[in-house]
């Protein structure tokens, strides 16, 4: 057969599953260390760390999802790759994973500055743009970023900077990791990730739950 039905498979959770996350130190200097990066990617990591994002809803983030005024973004679509198929885009993973998400305003400052180069790119460009439905990050000619990419760039950089091993996917868990631990409530961070339950968001953040009551009960 063409391809391997599995990889479609929606994959039950793993029980008692830990999160890798970066401390606050550590995310500190992640943001310090991209500084010095190209913007192209600069903007994905920062934007994925300040905004929590799997990496398909990152990937299939379209400029009319992006209000500049309310500094909104609204998830309406991911953007995955299957061998034989292609990137494609598809549904957010569940029915409240499509979501309206209120952000920094460092996020929105950092979109802005990605935009003016992202139009400078255009117009360098000219006819050989492949725009296709005016996707916010995508390849240096416009057409839609393949998802591995993100990961490839994310691990070498996390090499050759002495991070602790992490992946784009860490970024998701550092950002709600460090919402709870400064005390914002559960449900909302629950919200903010597109969980259907925010029973899923406790489980998986336990151990980072814990601390932050031990630290409140000690205050």
Do not use: C
């Not at 050759?160 to 559960?186: E, F, N």
């Amino acid at each position: 057969i063409q391809s391997n039905p599995a990889a479609r498979a929606d994959l039950p959770s793993l029980a008692n599953r830990r999160a890798k996350y970066l401390d606050e130190p550590d995310a500190r200097r992640l943001l310090e260390l991209l500084k010095d990066e190209p913007i192209k990617w600069r903007a994905i990591v920062t934007f994925d760390l300040l905004s929590g994002l799997r990496r398909g809803e990152l990937a299939g983030l379209r400029w009319q999802d992006v209000n500049f005024n309310d500094q909104t973004i609204i998830i309406r679509q991911t953007s995955n790759y299957l061998p034989g198929k292609g990137i494609y885009v598809d549904t957010p993973k569940t029915a409240t994973s499509n979501r309206p998400l209120k952000l920094s305003r460092s996020a929105f400052l950092l979109l802005m500055e990605y935009k003016r180069w992202q139009d400078e790119q255009r117009d360098k460009m000219g006819d050989a743009w492949r725009d296709e439905d005016g996707r916010v990050f995508t390849a240096d000619d416009g057409a839609p970023l393949f998802p591995d990419s993100i990961t490839k760039w994310f691990s070498d950089f996390v090499k050759r900077t002495g991070l602790p091993k992490v992946t784009v996917h860490s970024l998701r868990h550092t950002y709600a990791s460090l919402m709870i631990a400064d005390g914002v409530p559960l449900v909302v961070v629950s919200h903010q990730l597109g969980h259907a339950q925010t029973s899923t968001t406790a489980n998986i953040y336990a151990h980072v739950i814990a601390s932050a009551e031990a630290k409140a009960a000690q205050t």
